[in-house]
Protein backbone atom coordinates (compact mmCIF):
# COMPACT_ATOMS: atom_id res chain seq x y z
CA UNK A 1 0.00 0.00 0.00
CA UNK A 2 1.07 3.41 -0.83
CA UNK A 3 0.66 6.42 1.05
CA UNK A 4 0.69 10.38 -0.57
CA UNK A 5 0.79 13.45 1.26
CA UNK A 6 -0.49 16.76 0.00
CA UNK A 7 1.65 19.24 1.06
CA UNK A 8 -0.09 22.80 0.80
CA UNK A 9 2.20 26.01 1.00
CA UNK A 10 1.78 27.88 3.99
CA UNK A 11 2.06 31.40 5.05
CA UNK A 12 5.07 32.51 6.94
CA UNK A 13 5.22 31.39 10.66
CA UNK A 14 5.83 34.88 11.49
CA UNK A 15 2.26 35.53 9.98
CA UNK A 16 0.18 34.30 12.80
CA UNK A 17 -0.02 37.59 15.13
CA UNK A 18 -1.03 36.77 18.58
CA UNK A 19 -4.05 37.64 20.54
CA UNK A 20 -4.19 41.42 20.66
CA UNK A 21 -5.13 41.37 24.54
CA UNK A 22 -1.84 39.99 24.65
CA UNK A 23 -2.89 36.48 25.03
CA UNK A 24 -4.54 37.13 28.26
CA UNK A 25 -6.71 34.25 28.22
CA UNK A 26 -5.96 30.42 29.25
CA UNK A 27 -5.66 28.77 25.39
CA UNK A 28 -7.55 25.90 24.64
CA UNK A 29 -5.33 22.85 23.34
CA UNK A 30 -6.83 20.96 20.54
CA UNK A 31 -9.52 19.14 18.65
CA UNK A 32 -9.54 15.82 16.91
CA UNK A 33 -12.07 14.31 15.16
CA UNK A 34 -12.43 10.89 13.01
CA UNK A 35 -14.75 9.56 10.75
CA UNK A 36 -15.25 5.75 9.37
CA UNK A 37 -17.79 6.04 6.90
CA UNK A 38 -17.92 3.58 3.37
CA UNK A 39 -20.18 5.90 1.15
CA UNK A 40 -19.92 9.55 3.03
CA UNK A 41 -17.99 12.36 1.50
CA UNK A 42 -15.96 11.87 5.28
CA UNK A 43 -13.82 14.70 4.14
CA UNK A 44 -17.19 16.79 4.40
CA UNK A 45 -17.69 14.97 7.37
CA UNK A 46 -14.59 15.74 8.85
CA UNK A 47 -14.70 19.33 7.65
CA UNK A 48 -17.81 20.17 9.48
CA UNK A 49 -16.70 18.19 12.61
CA UNK A 50 -13.44 19.98 12.62
CA UNK A 51 -15.75 23.47 12.34
CA UNK A 52 -17.86 22.14 16.12
CA UNK A 53 -13.99 22.04 17.57
CA UNK A 54 -12.93 25.33 16.20
CA UNK A 55 -13.07 26.78 19.85
CA UNK A 56 -10.32 23.87 20.68
CA UNK A 57 -7.30 25.16 18.27
CA UNK A 58 -6.90 28.40 15.87
CA UNK A 59 -3.49 27.53 14.71
CA UNK A 60 -3.34 24.90 12.30
CA UNK A 61 -5.91 22.43 10.52
CA UNK A 62 -5.64 19.74 8.90
CA UNK A 63 -7.65 16.58 7.47
CA UNK A 64 -6.11 12.81 6.26
CA UNK A 65 -8.21 10.60 3.97
CA UNK A 66 -8.22 7.43 3.05
CA UNK A 67 -9.38 5.32 -0.01
CA UNK A 68 -8.16 1.94 0.99
CA UNK A 69 -5.00 1.87 -0.77
CA UNK A 70 -3.67 5.82 -0.62
CA UNK A 71 -3.40 8.22 2.40
CA UNK A 72 -3.80 11.77 1.52
CA UNK A 73 -2.80 14.98 4.19
CA UNK A 74 -3.39 18.26 3.68
CA UNK A 75 -2.96 20.96 6.44
CA UNK A 76 -2.23 24.50 6.68
CA UNK A 77 -1.50 27.43 9.40
CA UNK A 78 -4.85 29.17 10.04
CA UNK A 79 -9.04 28.33 10.87
CA UNK A 80 -10.80 25.19 9.20
CA UNK A 81 -12.79 27.91 6.62
CA UNK A 82 -9.48 29.04 5.57
CA UNK A 83 -7.50 25.67 4.72
CA UNK A 84 -10.10 24.20 3.28
CA UNK A 85 -12.44 25.05 0.16
CA UNK A 86 -14.88 23.09 -1.26
CA UNK A 87 -12.60 22.05 -4.15
CA UNK A 88 -10.32 20.76 -1.57
CA UNK A 89 -12.20 18.83 -0.26
CA UNK A 90 -14.23 17.33 -3.05
CA UNK A 91 -10.26 15.93 -4.08
CA UNK A 92 -10.05 13.81 -0.85
CA UNK A 93 -11.87 10.99 -1.14
CA UNK A 94 -12.23 7.52 0.81
CA UNK A 95 -13.63 5.79 3.30
CA UNK A 96 -12.21 7.12 6.59
CA UNK A 97 -10.46 10.68 7.77
CA UNK A 98 -8.81 12.32 10.52
CA UNK A 99 -9.15 15.28 11.22
CA UNK A 100 -7.19 18.04 13.75
CA UNK A 101 -7.67 21.96 14.95
CA UNK A 102 -4.07 23.06 16.75
CA UNK A 103 -3.90 25.19 19.56
CA UNK A 104 0.37 24.28 20.22
CA UNK A 105 1.05 22.93 23.52
CA UNK A 106 4.60 21.79 22.60
CA UNK A 107 6.32 22.90 19.62
CA UNK A 108 6.10 26.26 17.67
CA UNK A 109 3.02 27.26 15.56
CA UNK A 110 4.79 26.21 12.44
CA UNK A 111 3.20 24.32 9.27
CA UNK A 112 5.91 21.29 9.78
CA UNK A 113 3.78 21.06 13.75
CA UNK A 114 0.21 21.20 11.53
CA UNK A 115 -1.63 17.84 12.44
CA UNK A 116 -2.42 15.31 11.58
CA UNK A 117 1.19 14.29 11.57
CA UNK A 118 1.97 11.31 9.11
CA UNK A 119 4.34 8.93 8.58
CA UNK A 120 5.20 5.61 6.36
CA UNK A 121 6.15 2.63 7.46
CA UNK A 122 9.15 0.33 6.33
CA UNK A 123 6.24 -1.46 4.71
CA UNK A 124 4.71 1.27 2.76
CA UNK A 125 1.72 1.55 4.52
CA UNK A 126 0.90 5.09 6.41
CA UNK A 127 -0.12 6.86 9.66
CA UNK A 128 -1.79 9.83 10.10
CA UNK A 129 -2.26 10.98 13.74
CA UNK A 130 -4.23 13.51 15.32
CA UNK A 131 -3.60 14.63 19.43
CA UNK A 132 -5.07 16.59 22.12
CA UNK A 133 -3.21 16.74 25.19
CA UNK A 134 -0.01 17.14 26.14
CA UNK A 135 2.84 14.67 27.10
CA UNK A 136 5.24 14.78 29.65
CA UNK A 137 7.70 12.41 28.76
CA UNK A 138 7.94 13.82 25.59
CA UNK A 139 11.88 14.38 26.00
CA UNK A 140 12.68 10.11 27.00
CA UNK A 141 9.98 9.56 23.95
CA UNK A 142 12.44 11.67 21.76
CA UNK A 143 15.95 10.18 23.60
CA UNK A 144 14.08 6.11 22.32
CA UNK A 145 13.39 7.72 19.36
CA UNK A 146 17.42 8.53 18.64
CA UNK A 147 18.33 5.61 20.06
CA UNK A 148 16.70 3.20 17.94
CA UNK A 149 18.14 5.30 14.82
CA UNK A 150 14.91 6.18 13.56
CA UNK A 151 15.19 8.80 10.81
CA UNK A 152 13.15 12.11 11.58
CA UNK A 153 14.94 13.95 8.92
CA UNK A 154 12.46 14.35 6.25
CA UNK A 155 9.89 16.22 8.41
CA UNK A 156 10.97 18.81 10.51
CA UNK A 157 8.38 18.71 12.81
CA UNK A 158 8.80 19.34 17.10
CA UNK A 159 5.94 17.91 19.01
CA UNK A 160 4.83 15.25 21.24
CA UNK A 161 2.43 14.32 18.48
CA UNK A 162 5.23 13.80 15.98
CA UNK A 163 7.13 11.55 17.78
CA UNK A 164 3.93 9.52 18.71
CA UNK A 165 3.74 9.40 15.54
CA UNK A 166 7.09 7.88 14.57
CA UNK A 167 7.35 5.79 17.27
CA UNK A 168 3.75 3.66 15.73
CA UNK A 169 5.48 3.59 12.58
CA UNK A 170 8.32 2.17 13.77
CA UNK A 171 6.52 -0.79 15.54
CA UNK A 172 4.05 -0.67 12.62
CA UNK A 173 6.02 -2.59 10.17
CA UNK A 174 6.40 -5.98 12.05
CA UNK A 175 3.20 -5.48 14.09
CA UNK A 176 0.85 -3.48 12.53
CA UNK A 177 -0.61 -0.27 13.48
CA UNK A 178 -3.30 -1.92 16.62
CA UNK A 179 -0.58 -4.11 17.61
CA UNK A 180 2.37 -1.26 17.61
CA UNK A 181 -0.16 1.47 19.87
CA UNK A 182 -0.68 -1.69 21.97
CA UNK A 183 3.06 -1.40 22.49
CA UNK A 184 3.90 2.42 22.26
CA UNK A 185 1.12 3.84 24.54
CA UNK A 186 1.51 2.16 27.89
CA UNK A 187 5.18 3.79 27.78
CA UNK A 188 3.86 7.60 27.01
CA UNK A 189 2.82 9.40 29.75
CA UNK A 190 0.56 12.43 30.14
CA UNK A 191 -2.53 13.82 28.43
CA UNK A 192 -3.67 12.37 25.18
CA UNK A 193 -6.74 12.12 23.60
CA UNK A 194 -5.65 10.44 20.00
CA UNK A 195 -7.57 9.56 17.00
CA UNK A 196 -5.36 8.20 14.06
CA UNK A 197 -5.83 5.59 11.44
CA UNK A 198 -3.75 3.96 8.33
CA UNK A 199 -5.67 3.02 5.07
CA UNK A 200 -7.96 0.42 6.35
CA UNK A 201 -8.80 1.03 10.32
CA UNK A 202 -9.69 4.28 12.03
CA UNK A 203 -8.22 4.19 16.01
CA UNK A 204 -9.15 6.13 18.83
CA UNK A 205 -7.02 6.15 22.75
CA UNK A 206 -7.31 8.04 25.88
CA UNK A 207 -4.67 8.09 28.27
CA UNK A 208 -5.11 6.04 31.29
CA UNK A 209 -6.23 9.07 33.36
CA UNK A 210 -9.02 10.09 30.90
CA UNK A 211 -7.79 14.11 31.23
CA UNK A 212 -8.54 15.23 28.01
CA UNK A 213 -12.02 14.22 26.63
CA UNK A 214 -12.82 11.42 23.55
CA UNK A 215 -16.26 10.41 22.38
CA UNK A 216 -17.48 8.05 20.23
CA UNK A 217 -20.38 8.58 18.18
CA UNK A 218 -22.67 6.54 15.52
CA UNK A 219 -23.70 7.55 11.87
CA UNK A 220 -26.19 5.36 9.77
CA UNK A 221 -23.19 4.29 8.15
CA UNK A 222 -20.27 4.52 10.03
CA UNK A 223 -18.59 5.81 12.99
CA UNK A 224 -17.24 9.08 14.43
CA UNK A 225 -14.82 10.15 17.11
CA UNK A 226 -14.28 13.66 18.89
CA UNK A 227 -12.99 15.58 21.06
CA UNK A 228 -16.94 16.64 22.31
CA UNK A 229 -20.40 15.70 22.09
CA UNK A 230 -21.24 19.13 19.95
CA UNK A 231 -18.85 17.89 17.28
CA UNK A 232 -21.24 14.47 16.81
CA UNK A 233 -24.55 16.87 16.87
CA UNK A 234 -23.53 18.55 13.64
CA UNK A 235 -22.67 15.70 11.63
CA UNK A 236 -25.73 14.25 12.58
CA UNK A 237 -24.16 10.95 14.62
CA UNK A 238 -25.53 9.70 17.74
CA UNK A 239 -23.45 9.88 20.79
CA UNK A 240 -22.51 6.09 22.09
CA UNK A 241 -20.19 6.33 25.04
CA UNK A 242 -17.07 8.20 25.90
CA UNK A 243 -13.97 6.25 25.06
CA UNK A 244 -12.46 5.15 28.07
CA UNK A 245 -9.74 6.24 30.04
CA UNK A 246 -6.65 3.22 28.80
CA UNK A 247 -9.04 2.40 25.78
CA UNK A 248 -8.09 1.47 22.36
CA UNK A 249 -10.74 1.55 19.94
CA UNK A 250 -10.40 0.16 16.63
CA UNK A 251 -12.61 0.79 13.14
CA UNK A 252 -12.91 -1.48 10.53
CA UNK A 253 -14.73 -3.14 7.82
CA UNK A 254 -15.50 -5.95 10.74
CA UNK A 255 -16.40 -3.65 13.06
CA UNK A 256 -15.86 -1.89 16.24
CA UNK A 257 -13.62 -3.57 18.96
CA UNK A 258 -12.11 -2.14 21.82
CA UNK A 259 -8.84 -3.07 23.67
CA UNK A 260 -7.36 -2.24 27.10
CA UNK A 261 -3.57 -0.82 27.36
CA UNK A 262 -3.39 1.32 30.78
CA UNK A 263 -5.48 0.93 34.11
CA UNK A 264 -8.32 3.78 34.17
CA UNK A 265 -7.18 6.21 37.23
CA UNK A 266 -9.60 8.74 35.90
CA UNK A 267 -8.83 12.57 36.47
CA UNK A 268 -10.52 14.42 33.77
CA UNK A 269 -10.08 18.24 33.09
CA UNK A 270 -12.21 19.97 35.80
CA UNK A 271 -11.19 23.23 33.26
CA UNK A 272 -12.66 21.73 30.32
CA UNK A 273 -16.36 22.30 32.67
CA UNK A 274 -14.93 26.15 33.33
CA UNK A 275 -13.97 27.43 29.83
CA UNK A 276 -12.50 24.93 27.46
CA UNK A 277 -15.60 22.94 26.25
CA UNK A 278 -18.28 24.10 23.87
CA UNK A 279 -21.43 24.92 26.38
CA UNK A 280 -23.72 22.64 24.16
CA UNK A 281 -21.34 20.09 25.23
CA UNK A 282 -22.07 16.57 27.34
CA UNK A 283 -18.98 15.61 29.61
CA UNK A 284 -19.27 12.25 31.46
CA UNK A 285 -23.13 12.91 31.35
CA UNK A 286 -23.28 16.23 32.36
CA UNK A 287 -23.98 19.53 30.29
CA UNK A 288 -21.40 22.15 30.15
CA UNK A 289 -23.97 24.70 30.63
CA UNK A 290 -25.23 23.57 33.11
CA UNK A 291 -22.34 23.06 35.24
CA UNK A 292 -21.51 26.74 34.30
CA UNK A 293 -24.80 28.11 35.53
CA UNK A 294 -24.54 26.39 38.91
CA UNK A 295 -21.43 27.49 38.82
CA UNK A 296 -22.58 30.47 38.70
CA UNK A 297 -26.04 29.87 41.39
CA UNK A 298 -22.88 28.56 44.16
CA UNK A 299 -21.20 31.88 42.93
CA UNK A 300 -23.83 34.17 44.27
CA UNK A 301 -23.95 32.24 47.76
CA UNK A 302 -20.09 32.30 48.02
CA UNK A 303 -19.74 35.99 47.52
CA UNK A 304 -23.19 37.88 47.50
CA UNK A 305 -22.82 41.87 47.30
CA UNK A 306 -25.45 44.38 46.61
CA UNK A 307 -25.55 45.54 43.16
CA UNK A 308 -28.06 46.74 40.21
CA UNK A 309 -27.35 44.65 37.11
CA UNK A 310 -25.57 41.12 36.16
CA UNK A 311 -23.31 41.25 33.23
CA UNK A 312 -21.13 38.34 31.88
CA UNK A 313 -17.68 39.10 29.83
CA UNK A 314 -19.06 37.45 26.48
CA UNK A 315 -19.02 34.34 25.83
CA UNK A 316 -17.61 32.47 28.18
CA UNK A 317 -18.95 34.06 31.08
CA UNK A 318 -22.30 34.41 29.75
CA UNK A 319 -23.67 30.92 31.24
CA UNK A 320 -22.26 31.60 35.08
CA UNK A 321 -23.76 34.84 34.80
CA UNK A 322 -27.28 33.50 33.97
CA UNK A 323 -26.53 31.40 37.63
CA UNK A 324 -25.19 34.37 39.27
CA UNK A 325 -28.20 36.01 38.42
CA UNK A 326 -31.00 33.28 39.44
CA UNK A 327 -28.87 32.71 42.79
CA UNK A 328 -28.56 36.22 43.94
CA UNK A 329 -31.93 37.75 42.79
CA UNK A 330 -30.11 40.43 40.68
CA UNK A 331 -31.64 41.34 37.36
CA UNK A 332 -29.51 39.82 34.78
CA UNK A 333 -28.69 42.09 31.51
CA UNK A 334 -26.39 42.22 28.43
CA UNK A 335 -23.61 45.18 29.22
CA UNK A 336 -20.96 44.29 26.92
CA UNK A 337 -21.22 43.36 23.21
CA UNK A 338 -18.12 40.92 21.75
CA UNK A 339 -16.88 41.08 18.30
CA UNK A 340 -16.93 37.59 17.69
CA UNK A 341 -14.40 37.73 14.19
CA UNK A 342 -11.39 39.01 16.52
CA UNK A 343 -9.43 35.91 17.23
CA UNK A 344 -5.90 34.65 17.33
CA UNK A 345 -5.56 34.75 13.49
CA UNK A 346 -6.34 38.37 13.86
CA UNK A 347 -3.60 41.15 11.65
CA UNK A 348 -1.62 42.96 14.18
CA UNK A 349 -2.97 46.37 14.92
CA UNK A 350 -1.10 49.18 14.47
CA UNK A 351 -0.10 51.20 17.52
CA UNK A 352 -2.94 53.51 17.80
CA UNK A 353 -5.14 50.78 17.68
CA UNK A 354 -3.60 48.92 19.52
CA UNK A 355 -3.93 51.56 22.38
CA UNK A 356 -7.63 50.55 22.35
CA UNK A 357 -6.94 47.47 24.56
CA UNK A 358 -10.05 45.20 25.10
CA UNK A 359 -12.22 47.56 22.69
CA UNK A 360 -11.21 45.64 19.77
CA UNK A 361 -13.06 42.64 21.42
CA UNK A 362 -15.39 43.99 24.22
CA UNK A 363 -17.40 47.45 23.87
CA UNK A 364 -19.45 48.55 26.82
CA UNK A 365 -23.48 49.42 26.38
CA UNK A 366 -23.41 52.46 28.20
CA UNK A 367 -27.12 53.11 28.25
CA UNK A 368 -27.64 50.05 29.93
CA UNK A 369 -24.77 50.48 32.84
CA UNK A 370 -25.08 54.00 33.26
CA UNK A 371 -25.26 55.18 36.75
CA UNK A 372 -25.51 51.03 37.86
CA UNK A 373 -23.77 48.97 40.59
CA UNK A 374 -22.54 46.15 38.24
CA UNK A 375 -21.39 42.33 39.11
CA UNK A 376 -19.16 41.50 36.15
CA UNK A 377 -18.44 37.46 36.08
CA UNK A 378 -16.05 36.32 34.10
CA UNK A 379 -14.81 32.67 33.66
CA UNK A 380 -11.33 32.79 35.03
CA UNK A 381 -8.15 35.42 35.57
CA UNK A 382 -4.77 34.87 34.31
CA UNK A 383 -2.92 37.84 33.59
CA UNK A 384 -5.28 40.10 34.43
CA UNK A 385 -4.75 42.67 32.05
CA UNK A 386 -7.80 41.86 30.11
CA UNK A 387 -10.14 42.43 34.10
CA UNK A 388 -8.24 45.26 34.42
CA UNK A 389 -8.92 46.86 31.35
CA UNK A 390 -12.39 45.71 31.43
CA UNK A 391 -13.19 47.40 34.62
CA UNK A 392 -11.52 50.89 33.81
CA UNK A 393 -13.67 50.62 30.30
CA UNK A 394 -16.95 50.11 32.73
CA UNK A 395 -16.18 52.78 34.93
CA UNK A 396 -15.11 55.09 32.09
CA UNK A 397 -18.78 54.34 30.79
CA UNK A 398 -20.51 55.37 33.91
CA UNK A 399 -20.81 52.27 36.34
CA UNK A 400 -21.02 53.24 39.68
CA UNK A 401 -19.38 50.42 40.90
CA UNK A 402 -18.13 46.97 39.28
CA UNK A 403 -17.67 44.25 41.33
CA UNK A 404 -15.55 41.44 39.71
CA UNK A 405 -17.05 37.39 40.34
CA UNK A 406 -14.78 34.50 38.95
CA UNK A 407 -16.14 31.45 37.42
CA UNK A 408 -13.55 29.36 38.60
CA UNK A 409 -10.79 29.34 41.94
CA UNK A 410 -7.51 31.54 41.37
CA UNK A 411 -5.46 30.07 38.31
CA UNK A 412 -1.88 29.61 40.60
CA UNK A 413 -0.85 27.11 38.67
CA UNK A 414 0.27 26.18 34.74
CA UNK A 415 -1.09 23.50 33.01
CA UNK A 416 1.21 20.65 32.01
CA UNK A 417 -1.46 18.37 29.92
CA UNK A 418 -2.65 20.69 27.12
CA UNK A 419 -3.70 23.71 28.23
CA UNK A 420 -1.38 26.55 27.51
CA UNK A 421 -1.62 29.11 30.76
CA UNK A 422 1.01 31.25 31.09
CA UNK A 423 4.45 31.05 32.93
CA UNK A 424 3.98 30.52 36.92
CA UNK A 425 5.21 34.47 37.27
CA UNK A 426 2.97 35.73 35.18
CA UNK A 427 -0.31 34.42 36.89
CA UNK A 428 -1.55 37.04 38.66
CA UNK A 429 -3.07 35.20 41.21
CA UNK A 430 0.68 33.01 42.24
CA UNK A 431 1.95 36.08 44.01
CA UNK A 432 -1.36 37.86 45.22
CA UNK A 433 -4.10 36.89 47.83
CA UNK A 434 -7.68 37.87 46.66
CA UNK A 435 -7.18 41.24 48.28
CA UNK A 436 -3.84 42.10 46.19
CA UNK A 437 -5.91 40.35 42.93
CA UNK A 438 -8.66 42.90 43.50
CA UNK A 439 -6.25 46.10 43.75
CA UNK A 440 -4.22 45.14 41.06
CA UNK A 441 -7.43 45.09 38.82
CA UNK A 442 -9.35 48.09 40.34
CA UNK A 443 -12.28 46.39 41.54
CA UNK A 444 -14.53 47.45 44.07
CA UNK A 445 -14.66 43.49 45.35
CA UNK A 446 -13.53 40.39 44.07
CA UNK A 447 -14.88 37.44 44.68
CA UNK A 448 -14.03 33.22 43.44
CA UNK A 449 -16.07 30.52 43.28
CA UNK A 450 -14.07 27.99 45.61
CA UNK A 451 -12.41 24.61 44.57
CA UNK A 452 -15.63 22.71 46.35
CA UNK A 453 -18.22 24.34 45.14
CA UNK A 454 -16.71 24.18 41.40
CA UNK A 455 -16.24 20.52 41.22
CA UNK A 456 -19.78 19.89 43.22
CA UNK A 457 -21.04 22.11 39.85
CA UNK A 458 -20.12 19.13 37.77
CA UNK A 459 -21.82 15.95 39.75
CA UNK A 460 -18.47 14.19 39.14
CA UNK A 461 -16.08 13.33 42.28
CA UNK A 462 -13.71 15.13 43.49
CA UNK A 463 -11.29 11.87 42.92
CA UNK A 464 -11.94 11.78 39.24
CA UNK A 465 -11.23 15.29 38.83
CA UNK A 466 -7.74 17.00 37.73
CA UNK A 467 -7.90 20.48 39.23
CA UNK A 468 -3.57 20.86 39.57
CA UNK A 469 -4.28 24.66 38.18
CA UNK A 470 -6.42 25.80 41.19
CA UNK A 471 -4.92 23.24 43.52
CA UNK A 472 -1.09 22.73 42.74
CA UNK A 473 -2.05 19.02 42.72
CA UNK A 474 -0.44 17.17 39.97
CA UNK A 475 -1.87 13.42 39.11
CA UNK A 476 0.38 12.78 36.78
CA UNK A 477 4.10 12.33 37.71
CA UNK A 478 6.51 15.34 36.56
CA UNK A 479 10.20 14.99 34.92
CA UNK A 480 12.73 17.28 36.18
CA UNK A 481 12.45 20.66 35.05
CA UNK A 482 15.46 21.20 32.01
CA UNK A 483 12.75 18.03 30.62
CA UNK A 484 9.72 20.15 30.04
CA UNK A 485 8.62 22.78 28.32
CA UNK A 486 6.87 23.91 25.13
CA UNK A 487 9.44 24.58 22.69
CA UNK A 488 11.73 21.33 24.84
CA UNK A 489 12.36 19.47 21.32
CA UNK A 490 13.91 22.99 19.73
CA UNK A 491 15.43 23.05 22.70
CA UNK A 492 17.22 19.74 22.33
CA UNK A 493 17.85 19.73 18.56
CA UNK A 494 19.65 23.26 19.00
CA UNK A 495 21.88 21.52 22.15
CA UNK A 496 22.54 18.47 19.09
CA UNK A 497 23.95 21.08 16.60
CA UNK A 498 25.37 22.60 19.74
CA UNK A 499 27.15 19.96 20.61
CA UNK A 500 27.50 18.72 17.17
CA UNK A 501 25.81 15.93 17.64
CA UNK A 502 24.05 13.71 14.60
CA UNK A 503 20.37 13.18 15.03
CA UNK A 504 20.85 9.30 16.03
CA UNK A 505 23.16 10.44 18.91
CA UNK A 506 21.27 10.85 22.23
CA UNK A 507 21.30 13.96 24.27
CA UNK A 508 23.16 13.99 27.71
CA UNK A 509 21.52 14.64 30.77
CA UNK A 510 23.43 17.08 31.26
CA UNK A 511 22.29 19.41 29.06
CA UNK A 512 21.96 22.95 30.40
CA UNK A 513 18.39 24.08 32.05
CA UNK A 514 15.81 24.96 29.30
CA UNK A 515 14.18 27.78 29.30
CA UNK A 516 10.76 26.20 29.87
CA UNK A 517 7.32 26.95 28.19
CA UNK A 518 4.85 27.73 30.40
CA UNK A 519 5.88 27.54 33.45
CA UNK A 520 7.41 24.39 34.12
CA UNK A 521 10.56 26.01 36.01
CA UNK A 522 8.34 27.31 38.85
CA UNK A 523 5.59 24.78 38.94
CA UNK A 524 8.00 22.32 40.49
CA UNK A 525 9.01 24.79 43.23
CA UNK A 526 6.41 25.45 45.74
CA UNK A 527 6.35 28.42 47.79
Known sequence: MSSVRNEHPAPHPDSHQPDPEGDDVPHDECGVFGVWAPGEEVSKLAYYGLFALQHRGQESAGIAVSDGHRMVVFKDLGLVSQVFDEQTLSSLRGHLAVGHNRYSTTGSSTWENAQPTFRTTATGSGVALAHNGNLVNTAELRDEVSTRGIDTNAVRATTDSDLLCELMAADAADTGLEEAALRVLPRVRGAFSLVFADERTLYAARDPHGVRPLVLGRLERGWVVASETAALDIVGASMVREVEPGELI????????????????????????????????????????????????????ES???????????????????????????????????????????????????????????????????????????????????????????????????????????????????????????????????????????????????????????????????????????????????????????????????????AATTPSDDAAPLTVGYGAAEALRRP
Open 250 to 301: AIDADGMRSSRFGVPEPKGCVFEYVYIARPDTTISGRSVHATRVEIGRRLAQ
Open 304 to 502: PVEADLVIPVPESGTPAAIGYAQGSGIAYGQGLVKNSYVGRTFIQPSQTIRQLGIRLKLNPLRDVIRGKRLVVVDDSIVRGNTQRALVRMLREAGALEVHVRIASPPVRWPCFYGIDFATRAELLASGLDVEGVRRSIGADTLGYVSVDNMVAATEQPRSRLCCACFDGDYPIALPDEARLGKHLLEQLADDDVTAGLS
